[in-house]
């Protein structure tokens, strides 16, 4: 059990099966792949553990089945040092699953059963309300219900809490839950489809930020995969190109630069030193295969870019 946690995430826990293959099968089709694995996933949990190796003090809310995938996964997060009083175990729907196709360039497709994610409600919010108020930064995603996200944002913000909303998948949001977001992170086409606005070029995932941020969040990050990030704030805009690496595979990527944002936003970290090791952080996620099993410690990320 770790110490009164300062980073609580909110979100889902979903068992991977990924499957490695040379191409995408077409309709019809019987396809030989080249590898299976298995992995503990859900962007929730994969925040958790993101933070939790940055070395921040992490609790982890949310739902699995009350089966084995659900045992393997709470075990996994407290494995991390996590907090998993608030993992609840449903016994109405199965533990989420994800099923990932990987390509041999480390791009990949994910369809995810959301099973017992989706039996996360804002009374099991409630329940967890003291560990949110008592956090430094909560942090959500969207593979559980949008109003269990909207009332644990609102919670945490209510409180003072530093919140951070990881828009993915996207799906639309009312100005309720984005008034109770301080740092929304998105990937450029979650910055489309929440805007509706195009972005293929620089100007326009700048003017899509932007259009982000007049409905709400004070900090807007739209992350660029190997191009880097771009971020906006009170300050102003700050574009940051990525550490350059050989991608394996890049399932959670963005998880693991969410969770190492909250970790050195709750480490008291400036805004361009948490971004920065965050971006260390996902750049060495990538060159590995897995999600969990790939997210790096503090000192791997320390070793390739030494702390200033
Ligand atoms: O972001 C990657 C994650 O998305 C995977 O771990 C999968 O479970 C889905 O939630």
Redo the contacts with the bound molecule.
Sequence with gaps: MPASPTVAVIG?L?M?LRVQTPRLPVPGETLIGTGFSTDS???GA?QAVAAARMGAAVAMLGRVGRDAHGAALAQALRTDDIDTTGVGEDTEAPTGT?V?VLMPDGENS?I?IPGANHRYTPAHVTDSAEVLRNAKVAVAQL?CPLDTVRAALTLAHGAGVCTVLNA?PAQPLDDALLAAVDWLVVNEIEAAMLTGLPTDTPVQIEAAAHALRRRGPSQVVVTLGAAGLLHIGPDGVLALPAPRVTAVDT??A??TFVGALAAGLADGLQITAALTRAQVAAALAVTRLG?QSAMPTRAEVEVFAPAS
Aim: glycine share 22%.
């Design positions: 889902s979903n991977d996933g859900g962007k994969n994800a990932i994910i995810v593979e993915a399932t959670g963005g998880d999600t």
